[in-house]
């Protein structure tokens, strides 16, 4: 007979290296078939609802890391609320719509004139749909559960049906109207622009002061003196109409270098030295009210510059004397309206200049800074040109400079609800609080959004128009698309005349022949992501309104988040959702954002192939994603080692019960030795930090540092590295050994659990190796957490017992680096203890020399003299010696009763007795 065959070796069917990448999707084949993602359903249903609602991501190639890191989340969120009593359907969607979408078809060498715009729509939602496919499958391959076979799509008739009936209600408030004001405006796109799609980027800008003449000075200011103003967009000077000076600043005239200008007091010195003036000298003060309707000569055209009081010229730069062009900047629009100015804005959709910009016409605008520039130094209005760097808005999808251009536009009013949404930003719940001051701010601030885009892919304003131009937008005419759409689509719009869509036999005053025409503007992408809480919390019976939970990355509060809200508080008068939590985004080691033309990328794709999306699922679970998370390979394949770690772990643990049958060998926590107890105590503290720390504080890098402690510190250093002399060397059926099989099941079946939402696919399959009733893991529910009785003094026995145990280990390490032992096992330790030491020491009821992984332990009497060789601590000394006697051939410990078994003279006193007990053949015969 082996000397093995004697020892209680953990063997198990459970695989030491998880081979993730060919597993996981077994696994999630077998799910489907099985149904598991419905069968959780099922089990939910009757329980109070958790509804995260899903923000569509842009149907557009395969998903990156960021996408991972925002699936993955909602997926660890939804699986935990699914198995703490919740029903947690949930329903993935993709935002559809677009001009990436157009670029990529003309990438692809599509030619849009060549077809009707339905042809070009059609092969656009055809692209989107691959799309849709190519993303599902990604996502699915992380392990996502959710209804992926009836997604909502922003493209589908029943989608846009609902967005068309948003739009209708806010328009039947009173919200909706066409106005003519200055917008972001992308060249690049040939699109206006909502402020959720501009980003910022430096730019080198000139920097000018201009020289404008007084032509009409009230009496006031004589025809040879000049204001000046300070811009830095040169192109806009074709625009201008005005000039702003503020009411309550003190204005100048003054004498430089010969001639006469105009400026604010508080800016003289800046700007002599800004322009280079030598000899100044002030000739006159004059308040800003009383500049009021001046007139200046315009620097290069035969037309007046009216000077206007507006509250929106500061002192912070310039002259306090602002160039005003109302077609070209929001403040300047407001106060040339309040003057009855023209809108004028000489450019056209691609940036060019039209024929109301005489001498430019025909140049881009941007080409015509130097032309301007030029003009003005050749008509003496030229004071100073300078260049500067600075942030100026991008079109963030071309990544191109945008500009301010007046163009007709339809419009939702903010300001006749923002009081509404800000009240209702103040009532959701803000698990990131910094978050509710951020969109709270940009609510209050933000101007009337521009909906309307002149695309081609996207969902069409519902607007008609009569034959003197009125626009039509009722109820009954709106409703009326909304049916058909939700029957055909929305590509019907520009496959039928605008009668034909009209509600049979609709007639209006303004059309007296009965002739219509229909918008050909689409609407604001942000607009259709915006109504999913209308057309998929209310459109779906499985969902909700308002939605538990909005989880996003933290651009999305100029976007999803502020869009959202706002709709929802336009037609329902409450937020769309209940709480909302963002993320951070994913950055290279360097904190540069993850691009391809940086080469930093990582993609899950590849990641999943080679380690598997347990992986990235656990990495997930590591970081704060609260802020940026900086990532790169070397993190993930150290993430991989910790998954080793937790994996051997529980291969240990299943390796170590695969004799034990909980209802038959399981041990009642009361009649568990100490240390058993202790271990329940901290898997009970463990689940309870889990869930009320972890899952229900969305803290997932809380879940993954109690797991990992738990596993490397109270588990493999500990409790599973002395037990190997209990399970392995004591019989089968030996009471420690069950009360330590007890407690490894438990935390089995405990941890398999906690980290199911995180770890699906392993968890799964520990779970195939477990004597559990549920099939599986995932129809299973998380484990609950109690008080046990006498917990804190169990609980202040073994602390005290962890602080010898340390100085036991450090007393240990020191004799190792002076070569008296190698192993532990061939040392002997003899402490000197305290009193209440000796007291803790005496309350053991496991045996002290197995609890320190040594063979001798002797404890002296209170008092005793402690010799030169022991390491003093401050209530105990230990000293290390070699231990004395043989080294037993089965348990590997060194005893001085080796050899005292007359039969079995290679082992100690202990193993024999084990072996002649359940081995008889082995005392007879011996061992090979």
């Known amino acids: 007979m082996k000397m093995k065959e004697t020892l209680q070796l953990g063997k198990t069917d459970f695989p030491m290296r998880g081979n993730l990448p060919i597993r996981e999707e077994e696994w999630q084949k077998e799910w489907e078939e099985k149904q598991i993602y419905e069968k959780r359903q099922k089990l939910n249903e009757g329980k109070p609802s958790f509804i995260l609602h899903d923000g569509p991501p842009y149907a557009n190639g395969n998903i990156h890391l960021g996408h991972a890191l925002n699936k993955i989340s909602k997926d660890i969120i939804v699986r935990s609320k699914s198995m703490s009593g919740f029903r947690a359907p949930y329903v993935p969607g993709w935002d559809t719509h677009g001009l990436p979408i157009e670029q990529v078809l003309t990438n692809k060498g599509v030619n849009r004139k060549e077809m009707s715009r339905a042809e070009y729509l059609k092969k656009c939602e055809e692209y989107a749909l691959t799309q849709v496919d190519t993303q599902r499958a990604d996502f699915k391959r992380l392990g996502v559960a959710g209804e992926w076979d009836n997604p909502y799509v922003t493209l589908t008739p029943d989608y846009e049906a609902a967005q068309i009936r948003v739009f209708g209600k806010m328009a039947e408030k009173g919200y909706i109207y066409k106005g003519l004001k200055p917008i972001y405006w992308s060249p690049s796109s040939e699109s206006s622009l909502a402020e959720a ?11 000018i002061y201009v020289a404008f003449p007084v032509k009409d000075g009230k009496g006031k200011l004589e025809s040879d003196t000049s204001f000046v103003i300070w811009t830095t967009t040169p192109w806009t000077l074709p625009a201008n109409l005005g000039i702003s000076v503020n009411p309550d600043y003190k204005y100048l005239v003054v004498e430089a270098d010969g001639k006469k200008f105009v400026v604010a007091k508080d800016l003289l010195a800046t700007v002599k030295e800004a322009i280079g003036w030598e000899a100044v000298e002030t000739l006159a003060e004059i308040a800003g009210a009383d500049l009021e309707n001046m007139t200046a000569q315009h620097p290069f055209y035969d037309r007046d510059s009216l000077v206007m009081l507006g509250d929106h010229v500061t002192l912070d730069a310039g002259t306090g004397l602002v160039h005003t062009a109302p077609g070209h900047g929001e403040d300047d629009y407001l106060v040339g309206k309040r003057y009855n100015l023209e809108i004028l804005s000489p450019v056209d959709n691609r940036g060019i200049f039209t024929a109301e910009a005489p001498g430019f016409e025909g140049i881009f605008y941007d080409k015509a800074n130097p032309m301007i520039t030029e003009l003005l130094e050749e008509k003496g209005a030229l004071l100073k040109l300078d260049f500067f760097t600075h942030s100026y808005p991008h079109d963030w999808r071309t990544k191109k400079p945008v500009i301010f251009r007046a163009t007709p536009q339809w419009f939702a009013s903010i300001d006749k609800f923002r009081e509404n949404i800000l009240s209702e930003v103040e009532k959701v719940e803000w698990i990131l609080p910094w978050g509710k001051t951020r969109l709270y701010n940009m609510v209050r601030d933000r101007g009337d959004w521009v909906i309307s885009r002149q695309r081609a892919w996207g969902v069409p304003l519902p607007i008609f128009y009569a034959e003197n131009g009125e626009p039509i937008l009722t109820p009954e005419t709106i409703e009326h698309v909304a049916d058909i759409f939700a029957k055909e689509g929305s590509r019907v719009w520009f496959e039928r005349e605008a009668k034909e869509l009209l509600p049979l036999g609709f ?7 009965g002739q219509f025409t229909k918008e050909n503007d689409i609407m604001d992408v942000w607009f259709d992501s915006g109504s999913s809480h209308e057309a998929v919390l209310r459109g779906r019976d499985n969902l909700s309104f308002p939605a538990d939970m909005y989880l996003e990355g933290s651009d999305q509060y100029r976007g999803w988040f502020n869009s959202s809200i706002t709709t929802s508080v336009a037609i329902n008068g409450v937020a769309p959702y209940k709480a909302v939590l963002s993320q951070g985004f994913t950055l290279d080691p360097q904190g540069r954002k993850q691009s391809k033309s940086l080469g930093n990328t990582i993609e899950p794709g590849k990641v999943m192939k080679q380690m598997g999306a347990d992986i990235l699922r656990l990495w997930v679970a590591s970081v704060d994603y609260e802020s940026d998370v900086r990532v790169d390979m070397n993190t993930l394949n150290q993430i991989s080692e910790v998954y080793r770690k937790i994996r051997n772990t529980m291969r240990f643990l299943l390796a170590n019960t695969t004799d034990f049958i909980p209802a038959e060998h399981g041990i009642k926590y009361d009649d568990l030795r100490s240390v058993d107890k202790y271990m329940m105590v901290r898997l009970n503290q ?13 803290s997932f890098s809380t879940i993954y540092k109690t797991v990992v402690n738990f596993c490397t510190n109270d588990l493999s250093s500990f409790y599973l590295d002395f037990a190997k002399d209990v399970v392995y060397i004591e019989a089968e059926d030996n009471a420690e050994r069950r009360c330590m099989q007890t407690v490894f099941y438990e935390t089995l079946v405990t941890l398999t659990k906690l980290l199911t939402p995180i770890l699906p696919h392993t968890s799964e399959e520990i779970w195939s190796h477990l004597k559990e009733e549920e099939e599986y893991v995932q129809l299973a529910e998380l484990p609950g957490y109690q008080e046990f009785p006498n917990q804190a003094e169990l609980m202040d026995m073994w602390d005290a017992f962890m602080d010898l145990r340390d100085n036991a280990l450090k007393t240990l390490e020191e004799a190792r680096n002076e070569k008296l ?14 009193e209440p030491v000796k007291v803790l020491i005496n309350a053991l009821d496991a045996k002290l020399d197995q609890l320190l992984i040594v063979s001798q332990v002797a404890v002296t009497a209170v008092g005793t003299e402690v010799p030169a060789g022991a390491h003093s601590f ?21 005893k001085a009763d080796v050899g005292s078994h007359e039969k079995l003279p290679t082992l100690c006193h202990r193993c024999a007795e084990i072996v002649e007990a359940n081995f008889p053949e082995a005392v007879a015969e011996g061992f090979e």
């Open 197 to 207: 799609e501009i980003e910022y980027k430096d730019v080198k800008s000139a920097s």
């Open 507 to 513: 007639t209006h005053e303004g059309s007296p022949n």
């Open 686 to 698: 463990v689940t309870k930090q889990i869930r009320e720390k972890g899952y229900d504080k969305y």
């Open 821 to 834: 032992i190698g192993k532990s096992f061939e040392a002997k330790l003899t402490i000197f203890p305290s």
């Open 874 to 894: 401050n209530d105990m000394a230990i000293l290390v010696e070699k231990a004395t006697g043989e080294t037993c051939d089965r348990c590997r410990a060194v």
